[in-house]
């Protein structure tokens, strides 16, 4: 079966060499955007450190007890903890304990010997998000690694985690998988025959763990949409519907954030797509299966317009992120965006 992490030769390179030489690190960061595969490499590294039969082929063998176990979350030996719940769509919130319990669990746990494998996998997610209390009490144990004990720390930007932190482990960056790859991944799924998968490899931009959850359950695909219905639709409304989204926003954005992220991300998205057409760039855009509407919308904005919504999105996007009062934000932007007239969807 071997690595089920998709698309990064380079860093599995390393990992194989490691254990060709019997010298794999007690503790690695593994870098890359949400959606990469950061959780899937990291349980990949778990099972080559425990699997039964890994000295035939420098992998996985993805089919011993140790490997089954590990895939399934049911390893005694790996355990996984999240900083934060709400970071990206790699997390399984079902096997994820909250990070408050580092002190009392990860603390104890870490000093035990293993149970069932050869090695106590700790995965921890997020640690970009750590405050400086959780850095600490991680950072004693990288300074006095306990045996049999390896630490694979998840980020995706090793310039956010505290530089002694990084500085004791063995750094993996993961890098955007092209679409091609992901494609053949999502081809291996047997998905619906109707299934779209080079729009959903568009979609992922080089993020094969996103491109797997959004194949395997198409309302994530049809809650994108809806979000992007509802931003082009108000280039076209009037400023009282304007403000009404902005309230529904900005409601959303006090219980769940991500979602507020993912209705910005998929605006740039296709913001940039109608610059792309309107300089002549068609055959790069992302949203294949708007061409016809985008073509449209380039024909009505100008430059300096679609400029503009970019700004704006991009602007709200970093307000959001920096805790300014989300209604403020939406408001600001909704006053800000250029009218286009009644568009038809």
């Not at 990288?142 to 063995?170: F, G, N």
Request: hydrophobic share 40%; aromatic share 4%; glycine share 6%.
């Amino acid at each position: 079966m071997g690595w089920k992490t998709v698309g990064q030769s380079t860093s599995i390179e390393r990992v194989s060499r490691a254990i060709h030489q019997k010298r794999l690190s007690h503790a690695y960061l593994i870098c890359g955007a949400d959606g990469v595969g950061k959780l899937t490499f990291a349980l990949d590294i778990a099972k080559i450190a425990n699997c039964l039969n890994v000295d035939r082929d420098l992998a996985p063998c993805g089919s011993c007890n140790q490997c089954l176990r590990i895939e399934a979350y049911n390893h005694t030996d790996v355990h996984l903890y999240d900083v934060d719940r709400d970071s990206g769509s790699e997390n399984h919130a079902s096997t994820m304990v909250s990070i408050e319990q580092l002190r009392e669990d990860f603390l104890k746990k870490v000093h035990r010997k293993p149970y069932e494998g050869r090695t106590r996998v700790f995965i921890i997610s997020s640690v970009d998000s750590m405050r400086a209390e959780q850095s600490n009490i991680l950072l004693k144990t990288l300074e006095e690694p306990p045996e049999d004990v390896m630490i694979i720390l998840l980020a995706q930007d090793s310039s956010a985690v505290l530089a002694t932190i990084v500085s004791r482990c063995q750094i993996l960056s993961l890098e955007q998988v092209s679409e091609a790859n992901i494609v053949e991944l999502l081809t291996s799924f047997n998905l619906d025959a109707d299934a779209p998968l080079l729009q959903i490899a568009k979609l992922a931009r080089g993020r094969p763990e996103w491109a797997r959850q959004v194949a395997m359950d198409p309302g994530i695909l049809q809650n994108l949409e809806d979000k992007l219905n509802d931003f082009v639709g108000c280039l076209g409304d009037g400023m009282g519907q304007r403000l009404d989204l902005s309230r529904k926003l900005s409601n959303q954005f006090m219980r769940h954030r991500d979602e507020v992220f993912d209705f910005l991300d998929i605006a740039i998205t296709w913001t940039r797509d109608v610059l792309l057409v309107a300089v002549g760039r068609s055959d790069t855009i992302v949203n294949i299966s708007r061409k016809e509407e985008i073509k449209g919308l380039s024909n009505i904005l100008g430059i300096i317009d679609i400029l503009t919504i970019l700004k704006l999105l991009k602007i709200t996007n970093d307000h959001l992120r920096k805790n300014v009062t989300s209604s403020l934000v939406f408001d600001n932007m909704m006053l800000k965006l250029p009218s286009v007239g009644k568009i038809t969807m």
